[in-house]
């Protein structure tokens, strides 16, 4: 599959003018962006830059003060979160929000199940409906542990997983929703360089097998500068530059602000 740098396809996301306080605090200001369909885009800044409160507008934990949010064309400000993931926005968090007690395969399963919710009634009666909806998970899954290089450890407990392990097993668990559009805050926390470089090949064969447009929100300066094909840098909730990594590298505001040298 081609890059979006290569063959810039139709925009998937859209902000304009997004603008969030708490208590009186600016955490985001005008923020704009256009994401396009394949895209890898990063999103980089310092503490407190605004990066976290823009993934959770766009995925319904917080809502603007103002602005637009567009999804493939659609507003989605006040839309809830269940309704975001259904529309195929998928997101992981920078700590681990797995099931530690269920096994690794049964993470991946209840996360493919909210994309197709079956009702407490059918769920009960155990009908077609719903062994075909369970077949689709078992399915959905398997791939999925594969993938990640899971399989082997389907069936052990999540809190027992490496840690490494569990960052890749978050990721499984936001593509079983299906999602078209993957936002991952930092990823790559905790791992060393050798996991960083395995997680960095991953992301882009996710994007390249499934499709999938990526925003990745992360600290580590070479896993942004060597997957993504634009970065977008924040500081103090506002955009101070969007780019290629090589432009983004040479900015003096960036050098300043984030880089710590102009």
Known sequence: MSSAADAPGPVVLRTAGLTKSFRGLVALREHAIELREGEILGVIGPNGSGKSTFFN????????????????????????????????IARTFQGSRLF???????????????????GPVAAVLRGPRYRAHAREAETIAARLLNLMGLASQADRPAV?????????????????????????????????SGETRALTALIRRIRDLHGVTVVVVEHDMDLIMNLCERIQVLAT?????????????SHPRVREAYLGHA
Request: proline share 6%; aromatic share 4%.
């Open 237 to 249: 909730g506002e955009v101070i530059c969007v780019g290629s990594p090589e432009a983004v590298r």
């Open 100 to 118: 530690g007690s269920l096994s690794v395969a049964e993470n991946i399963l209840a996360a493919a199940q909210l994309r197709h919710p079956v």
């Open 160 to 192: 027992d997983l490496p840690y490494g392990d569990q960052r890749r097993l978050e990721i499984a668990r936001a593509l079983a929703t299906e999602p078209t559009l993957l936002l991952l805050d930092e990823p790559a926390a905790g791992l060393n």
């Open 57 to 88: 507008l766009i995925t319904g934990f917080s809502r603007p003060d103002s602005g637009a949010i567009e999804f493939r064309g659609r507003s989605i400000v006040g839309v809830g979160t269940a309704r975001i993931v259904g529309l195929g």
